[in-house]
Antibody
Framework: QVQLVQSGAEVERPGASVKVSCKASGYNFNDYAMHWVRQAPGQRLEWMGWINADNGRTEFSQKFQGRVTITRDTSASTAYMELTSLRSEDTAIYYC?????????????WGQGTLVTVSS | DIVMTQSPDSLAVSLGERATINCKSSQSLLSSANNENYLAWYQHKPGQPPKLLISWASTRESGVPDRFSGSGSGADFTLTISSLQAEDVAVYHCQQYYSRPITFGQGTRLEIK
């Protein structure tokens, strides 16, 4: 069965960076897109960007352009999301989520979420 | 960006009764190329990741009980739970995947009356 297992909770200082990992299993990693979505307290789900796991092409929401990097290691079936210049408003649960094909924006499976807390 | 607006924000329904959640998009999600609506519904329980219930506005995912149904076209959509069960307590999100950036509704919290 499809599983996306994310790295554990992080606490970071303002201005720091955080890198969250997402290990996939139960399917051919290269055949699907991987999206990153976050949810801040009391806010709606917010799409950050995605990576084509096959060719590594990425696309980001304008809101996060320049601050977010999404990469993947196909040999480890793992995707990564790094967010830099953290501020308190970045405190949120971060999810990786599989697209239904290499270039698909419909999401079918989600990781369990990683809580990132930004606090001085 | 396409803005997704759900109504109501919260809803309390008695067990066995019908629950209806609406989702309106700021522009049409209907593709003229394939006549499909690029609208999904997710169920989100506390401490769990969201679960895909409905895609293409009305296609129920495998394993989703048939009491869940999606309807609508263009810019107006509805998720209906025909007979509410205790395990349906959750927040429900609609999402458009018609254009980037992908956007979500604000969520509707469904509770038992």
């Amino acid at each position: 069965q499809v599983q996306l297992v994310q790295s554990g909770a992080e606490v970071e200082r303002p201005g720091a960076s955080v890198k969250v990992s997402c290990k996939a299993s139960g399917y051919n990693f290269n055949d699907y897109a991987m999206h990153w979505v976050r949810q801040a307290p009391g806010q709606r789900l917010e799409w950050m960007g995605w990576i084509n796991a096959d060719n590594g092409r990425t696309e980001f929401s304008q809101k996060f352009q320049g601050r977010v990097t999404i990469t993947r290691d196909t040999s480890a079936s793992t995707a990564y999301m790094e967010l830099t210049s953290l501020r308190s408003e970045d405190t949120a649960i971060y999810y990786c989520a599989r697209g239904t094909c290499r270039g698909c924006y419909l999401i079918d499976y989600w990781g369990q979420g990683t809580l990132v807390t930004v606090s001085s | 960006d396409i803005v997704m607006t759900q109504s109501p924000d919260s809803l309390a329904v008695s067990l066995g009764e019908r629950a209806t959640i609406n989702c309106k998009s700021s522009q049409s999600l209907l593709s003229s190329a394939n006549n499909e609506n690029y609208l999904a519904w997710y169920q989100h329980k506390p401490g769990q990741p969201p679960k895909l219930l409905i895609s293409w506005a009305s296609t129920r995912e495998s394993g989703v009980p048939d009491r869940f149904s999606g309807s609508g076209s263009g810019a107006d959509f509805t998720l209906t739970i025909s007979s509410l069960q205790a395990e349906d307590v959750a927040v429900y999100h609609c999402q458009q995947y018609y254009s980037r950036p992908i956007t979500f509704g604000q969520g509707t919290r469904l509770e038992i009356k």
